[in-house]
């Protein structure tokens, strides 16, 4: 089945610099690549996802960029704000495999 | 966007009851639901796939006698654990896919906090 690292586990930056976040995935046939936003005790909401037909989207200060030869993708965000810290998840596949998750600190 | 429910959102129980916990799909049918668990500060993991009419497909490690799922009509999915015990203490969130579209959205719930004494 499916298999999603992600890293850093936990990632801290200043308020207006910029985040990434990495996921690697094992199947090769997936083509579905959902990221998840999850404040404390609420649900993972949807930021931004991206289709194996396509390399790059970008949604105002997010974009996720995919590499199916290196079954790769990532996550970035620019000019973080403090209402972008969060764990994000990434994930994979039509039944989501979640990676392990990212704590978004953003630093004042 | 599409919304999904979860009932109830916060559950107390003594050890050895059952919980039947409610997932529904409010504006869209919902052929597939996902049933997920997420311990503190831990990834969410995949316990089962539910299909509507059909056995629900459990992942490995998943005991499917203790987390019973049905999934008996497009915008109703429930998961009930049985002979809950404090280490089932979780919180447990759906998701549903939209059917009829042409998507791979998948649009989570609310979550349920379960709290076994």
């Known amino acids: 089945g499916e298999n999603v690292e992600q890293h850093p586990s936990t990632l801290s930056v200043q308020e207006g610099d910029s985040a990434v976040i990495k996921c690697t995935y094992s199947?090769?046939?997936?083509?579905?690549f959902p990221w998840y936003k999850q404040e404390l005790g609420k649900r993972p909401q949807l930021i931004i996802d991206i289709r194996s037909n396509v390399g790059e989207k970008k949604d105002q200060r997010i974009a996720v960029t995919l590499n199916k030869t290196a079954k790769h993708f990532s996550l970035h965000i620019t000019e973080t704000q403090p209402e972008d810290s969060a764990v994000y998840f990434c994930?994979?596949?039509?039944?989501?495999?979640f990676g392990k998750g990212t704590r978004l600190h953003i630093l004042p | 966007g599409a919304v999904v429910s979860q009932h109830p959102s916060w559950v107390i129980c003594k050890s050895g009851t059952s919980v039947k916990i409610e997932c529904r799909s409010l504006d869209f049918q919902a052929t597939t639901m996902f049933w997920y668990r997420q311990f503190p500060k831990q990834s969410l993991m995949l316990m089962a796939t539910s299909n509507e009419g059909s056995k629900a497909t459990y992942e490995q490690g998943v005991e499917k006698d203790k987390f019973l799922i049905n999934h008996a009509s497009l915008t109703l999915s429930t998961l009930t654990v049985t002979s809950a015990h404090p280490e089932d203490s979780s919180f447990y969130i759906c998701s549903a896919r939209d059917g009829q579209g042409h998507t791979d959205t998948q649009y989570f719930g609310p979550g349920t906090r379960l709290t076994v004494l």
């Open positions: 994930a994979a596949s039509t039944k989501i495999i």
């Open positions: 199947d090769s046939a997936s083509n579905y």
